[in-house]
Antibody
């Protein structure tokens, strides 16, 4: 059974960089898209972007100027960096797997990690 | 971006009720529509993909229908564990977008 686990600092200072890693276990990172999604407290879900196992990326245009995703297949991990953060970036961040390279649904999710932007 | 609008935003229901949640896309998305269930403090769980395909392990009381711009999620007979928030998501074009959610509450 594929499992995903987010890790990284829970507190980031304003104007700093949010850095998260998602570790995939129980399956290979190869041949799938891997996605980051966030959810501010009490609000809906926002798709941040995705990375293919080869390293190609697509980002949400609303965040594109601040987002970088990368993949480390040797460690079965992929990562998110979001720079110039503000309080508006405070949210639970989820990593997820695209079940299909064609359809775009997310069949496996991490448990989520809360990142708070505050001084 | 494609806007996804769910209705209602919340619904007060009872165990055993039949429930229908609607999701409308701002443009045609064919059948690139997925449904998720989220319980407090948990990650969303995939229920339905491609508008009407049931994800493995999901109970048969959940069904999805629709195509183009209008979609529905139906729960045939609510069980206590179904009280949660439900989201639709379009995967027709990036950026993928979600509806605002429909919260099922116990009457």
């Amino acid at each position: 059974q594929v499992q995903l686990q987010e890790s990284g600092p829970g507190l980031v200072k304003p104007s700093g960089t949010l850095s998260l890693t998602c570790t995939v276990s129980g399956g290979s990172i190869s041949s799938y898209y891997w996605t980051w999604i966030r959810q501010p407290a009490g609000k809906g879900l926002e798709w941040i972007g995705r990375i293919y196992s080869s390293g190609s990326t697509i980002y949400n245009p609303s965040l594109k100027s601040r987002v970088t995703m990368s993949v480390d297949a040797s460690r079965n991990q992929f990562s998110l960096k979001l720079n110039s953060v503000t309080a508006a970036d405070t949210a639970v961040y989820y990593c997820a797997r695209d079940a299909s390279t064609v359809r775009g649904e997310f069949d496996h999710w991490g448990q989520g990690t809360l990142v708070t932007v505050s001084s | 971006d494609i806007q996804m609008t769910q209705s209602p935003s919340s619904l007060s229901t009872s165990v055993g009720d039949r429930v229908t949640i609607s999701c409308r896309a701002s443009q045609s998305i064919s059948n690139y529509l997925n449904w998720y269930q989220q319980k407090p403090g948990k990650a969303p769980k995939l229920l339905i993909y491609a508008a009407s395909s049931l994800q493995s392990g999901v109970p048969l009381r959940f069904t999805g229908s629709g195509s183009g711009t209008d979609f529905t999620l139906t729960i045939s007979s609510l069980r206590p564990e179904d009280f949660a928030t439900y989201y639709c998501q379009q995967s027709y074009s990036v950026p993928y977008t979600f509806g605002q959610g429909t919260k099922l509450e116990i009457k």
